[in-house]
């Protein structure tokens, strides 16, 4: 078999498919050390699926013996129009550009299937595909596969599509013959780690996750400290600011995959709509978006603190609203937006009522740090 004829071919088809970039790697062990220091140091919070099968994260070879290659591919998301603006229209939430589309787990597993399916016809090989699902490392990967390099805020940086490439491998039995792996290109740069509104990145390369807002308002199943809340502005899922900022991106063209471009609900979502959205709701709005995943209690709670962060005392009593809410984490968040936008007596009515049924310990000491008063329990 002609190696270098069948990496083109595999290139072209997966281009073909409406990839944008494609790169080969081999199976050899990849990111064990940054990992390890990732979960060593606790940055992984609520993530202790990281930890559970971390030697096979490290090792492509340990999550499947056969597999002599790897096939990378990216798409690119890039968004066209700023997506820090969204970050003044306070009534408003912003929601991370690669959220803002359809699912994109579901769209590059189709196309993977496709490719894999040719590849297994054509060269009789054994294949798996994963996006994001699996314990791969896919940005070290990337790397490897000289698609880009993982930059100071620890995503993948491509020369050609700056931070927005979505990532999606095929491990195959195939021997082939690795592409170069991309190098550094982050130079004295820092404006990544210098805007983060949370401080998350103790040094550069290291992520604590436990600090940074994608983490908070994406996988975070508990309420979110009182520190993050205000630096969270009206950031309800996800946040851009490191990877917007990256000048890389000069080089970025906007999407062309329609999948990939905003759904009319979630172009500058009003709040107080979010705000309002029970379980049914919620399913209907975020059908076929990755928001889903993350639930309506979440979520809501999210679009809370956002409300807080608004000024807009109108928003008052979108907040007050929920204070009856099933959920404590809504609440809880509840609370904190009411303190932050009613006028004191108004406050001090809502609490005298809701405390005399409140039974959750969290949502009490919202209420006692809103209006500054003990719980008399």
């Known amino acids: 078999m002609d190696t270098a004829q069948t990496k083109q071919d595999i ?8 990839f944008d970039v494609v790169g080969f790697a081999g199976p050899e062990e990849t990111g064990r050390v940054r990992l390890a220091a990732f979960l060593g140091h606790g940055f992984a919070g609520d993530m202790d699926w990281l930890a559970r099968r971390s030697d096979e994260r490290a090792s492509p070879r340990r ?18 129009r700023d997506p820090l603006a969204a970050l003044d229209r ?16 579901d769209i590059l597993k189709k196309r993977l299937k496709v490719i894999a399916r040719r590849m297994v016809d054509a060269y009789g090989c054994e294949v798996k595909v994963f996006v994001d699902t699996a314990p791969v490392m896919e940005k070290p ?19 050609q599509f700056g931070s927005w490439l979505f990532l999606g491998e095929i491990f195959t039995t195939l021997r082939l013959e690795p592409d170069r792996a991309e190098t550094d290109h982050c130079g004295s740069c820092h404006a990544c780690l210098d805007i983060c509104p949370t401080d998350a990145f103790p040094a550069p390369y290291r992520l604590d996750a436990r600090r940074c807002i994608s983490y908070l308002t994406i996988e975070h199943k508990g309420h979110i400290a009182r520190e993050f809340r205000e630096p969270m502005g009206n950031r309800i899922y996800g946040c851009d600011d490191c990877l917007a900022v990256c000048p890389w991106n000069k080089f970025a063209a906007a999407a062309a995959e329609p999948a990939f471009l905003p759904r009319a609900a979630l172009d500058a979502p009003r709040l107080a709509h979010l705000a309002a959205l029970d379980e049914a709701g919620f399913r209907e709005l ?4 990755p928001i889903k995943r993350t639930g309506r209690d979440r979520f809501v709670r999210n679009v809370l603190i956002a409300i807080g962060n608004s000024g807009d005392s109108g928003l008052a009593e979108t907040a007050e ?4 809410d099933a959920s404590p984490l809504v609440r809880a968040m509840a609370v904190w937006a009411l303190a932050r936008l009613a006028d004191p007596e108004r406050l001090k ?3 005298a009522r809701r405390l005399a049924v409140e039974d959750d310990a ?4 919202e209420w006692c740090a809103a209006t500054n008063e003990e719980d008399r329990r």
């Open 321 to 324: 609203a929920r204070l009856d």
């Open 11 to 18: 290139r072209s088809f997966s281009l073909s498919t409406g």
């Open 286 to 289: 975020f059908a076929g978006s």
């Open 141 to 159: 990967l990337g790397e490897r596969a000289g698609i880009g390099w993982q930059g100071k805020h620890t995503n993948l940086v491509s020369r």
């Open 349 to 351: 009515q809502c609490a």
């Open 90 to 105: 306070r009534d408003r939430g912003a929601v991370s550009v690669y959220a803002q589309g359809r699912d994109y787990h």
């Open 63 to 80: 999550l499947w013996p056969d597999v002599n290659s790897i096939v990378v591919v990216g798409a690119n998301y890039g968004p066209d």
């Open 362 to 365: 969290d949502v009490r000491a």
